[in-house]
């Protein structure tokens, strides 16, 4: 290795005190290619296996904790004893070489697929249409009832004991991305007037003290709790820095291990209100103070822009999302000095098809996902 990128190769260590061997993690990817039912399937092991080999943390897909929350096709399940078996296999798959595996537990809320869930159904903190995933057309999510929540809650909780006793090393709560935690601080998709509106963070909340009852019930102190949250949304009314200061000093307070910052930039900065202007990242820091690691992510696709962001902007751990797609080497080749060999652009003529499940790979062929491409021109610049 090139000693300027042995800082990447430090070891970080969790609020938990687990260590990590290195300040790469391995983003949260649906994959759409676990079995029909939710159960793991022999493409998304391999894959899996690939992309966790060479780095600190793993993060699996978002995998739904109730049917009702499922918002993909081919998404993992955490959400009955049966799909434990299958876990089970992704875990030992996961952790073989060394990484450290977590399962991010996830409910779409709003974003559920009617044409995947029990009886076409989507319920979300208030009723709102929209089209999501590979939708054609808009569906409409009903409001979820007080009765439900606690529910959905409780279902966070029984899906945290399955990762456990499938043999993981933690979970990741999924707060990001508008799904249903999202939903709930968001002032875009929470327009409820009881306790679940007036407070927009007692529902994240209740959810983290159930996992982490969970963990205390069912698990020792090495057990990893991460949260992932979007700091920004670009609707107005909508979240703003000044919500996600509050939901990073409410979280700070809880016994969790990690904070995971969701971005499509790591230089990203703020776009309205207080803070505009400001990196976002840099703000978050300010506001961990050092307290938990936070997981910076965004368009890195080289070994040099991985360096400059662990550099510039004191990241201790660096997630990889489209990057570890398309080269699932790309840790190892900076590892043993072969950085120039990354492959950083998806080629629809590869022979190998970037070692892709079939069905992710055919996402990427149809330009589902913003990559930069051999057959188009860079798309990165506009991600
Ligand atoms: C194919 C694909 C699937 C994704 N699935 C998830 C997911 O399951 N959970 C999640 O939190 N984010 C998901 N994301 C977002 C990524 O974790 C990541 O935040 C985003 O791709 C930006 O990182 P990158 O620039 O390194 O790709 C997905 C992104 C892509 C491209």
């Known amino acids: 290795m090139k000693k300027k990128y042995e800082p990447l190769f430090d070891h970080v260590q969790l609020r938990n005190k687990t260590e990590l061997r290195n300040r790469f993690v391995l983003a949260p990817l649906t994959h759409v290619s676990s079995n029909a039912d939710g159960t793991i399937s022999d493409d998304e092991i391999k894959y899996m296996a690939q992309r966790s080999k060479d780095v600190g943390l793993a993060i699996t897909a978002a995998s739904h904790v109730t049917d009702l929350g499922k918002a993909f096709p081919g998404q993992p399940s955490v959400a009955h004893d049966s799909d434990i078996d299958g876990l089970k296999r992704l875990a030992k798959a996961m952790?073989?070489?060394g990484a450290k595996a977590?399962?991010?537990?996830h409910h779409g809320g709003a974003q559920a697929l009617p044409y995947l869930t029990p009886n076409g159904d989507a319920a979300a903190p208030s009723p709102v249409t929209l089209r999501s995933f590979d939708e054609e057309a808009e569906h409409h999510a009903r409001e979820i009832s007080q009765d439900e929540i606690e529910e959905t809650i409780?279902?966070?909780?029984?899906a945290t004991r399955r990762v456990i006793e499938a043999g993981f090393d933690g979970v990741e709560i999924h707060g990001a991305n508008r799904y249903l935690?999202?939903?709930f601080v968001s002032?875009?998709?929470?327009?409820?007037e009881d306790e679940w509106g007036k407070n927009r963070f007692k529902f994240p909340m209740r959810v983290v003290d159930e996992v982490v009852q969970t963990v205390k019930t069912h698990a020792d102190d090495s057990f990893i709790v991460g949260y992932r949250f979007s700091p920004e949304e670009p609707q107005n009314p909508g979240i703003r820095m000044e919500i996600?200061?509050?939901l990073v000093k409410q979280l700070i307070e809880k016994p969790l291990d990690y904070l995971h910052v969701s971005l499509m930039d790591v230089h990203s900065k703020t776009r309205a209100g207080k803070y505009q202007g400001q990196e976002r990242i840099a703000l978050l820091h300010q506001w961990i103070d050092g307290r938990m690691p936070l997981i910076g992510i965004g368009s890195i696709f080289t070994a040099d822009q991985a360096l400059e962001a662990v550099e510039s902007k004191n990241i201790d751990l660096l997630a990889l999302g489209r990057e570890i797609l398309l080269d699932h080497t790309f840790v190892d080749k900076i590892q043993t000095g072969n950085e120039d060999e990354i492959v950083s652009v998806f080629d629809p003529d590869r022979a190998d098809k970037h070692d892709l499940p079939p069905k992710l790979w055919e996402q990427f062929y149809k330009g589902f996902y913003p990559v930069p491409?051999?057959?188009q021109q860079d798309p990165r610049s506009s991600v």
């Open 373 to 375: 491409r051999t057959d």
């Open 154 to 158: 409780k279902a966070f909780g029984a």
């Open 187 to 192: 002032p875009h998709f929470n327009h409820r």
């Open 181 to 183: 935690i999202h939903q």
């Open 102 to 105: 977590v399962v991010q537990i």
């Open 95 to 97: 952790k073989e070489n």
């Open 244 to 246: 996600t200061e509050e």
